[in-house]
């Protein structure tokens, strides 16, 4: 990875016929190997930022598929989020087919990483508030997605509760 930077950046913003750069296929098949996906996040946002905001075919951002793998190294999903926000923040507001925002994603599926999920939110409330109004397909708020996954972190439920309250 380290030598492709080198040697041939372009290849961060290299996009095959599947719309995947490298940085969404790292988040979907390297998620043993927290190194190697970091690495390719940081040389992503160095050469080819715009990547971090790129969708694939199947509807995917790298924020919604750092998210949406319980299996993903909670430093990663850290990372993904943090990157997300300095060169993408519109990336909170994107909504694919499925309706499901981050926001969504996050609380459905980073139910063993409170932190991410907490950040996520923190980060939804600066720049896409109107996200804890939003409804996905079936009429289903952040605050239902809260209540149904996120059991063993009450915090995090209140979170979305009061900011639901706040913003609502």
Known sequence: VELTAQHYPAAFARTPANGRLPVHTALRYQVAHARVTTLVLDLTAAH??????????????PLHLALEHQTT???????????????????????????????????RYQVAHARVTTLVLELTAEHHP??????????????????????????????????TAEHH
């Open 48 to 61: 080819h930022p715009a990547g971090l905001a790129h969708i694939t075919e199947d509807d995917a951002t």
């Open 73 to 107: 190294h909670e430093a990663v999903a850290l990372r993904v989020v943090e990157l997300t926000a300095q060169h993408y923040p519109a990336a909170f507001a994107r909504t694919p087919a499925n309706g499901r925002l981050p926001v969504h994603t996050a609380l």
């Open 130 to 163: 109107a996200a804890f109004a939003h409804a996905r397909h079936g009429g289903e708020l952040p605050v239902h997605t809260a209540l149904q996954f996120q059991v063993p972190h009450p915090d995090v439920v209140r979170s979305v509760v009061e900011l």
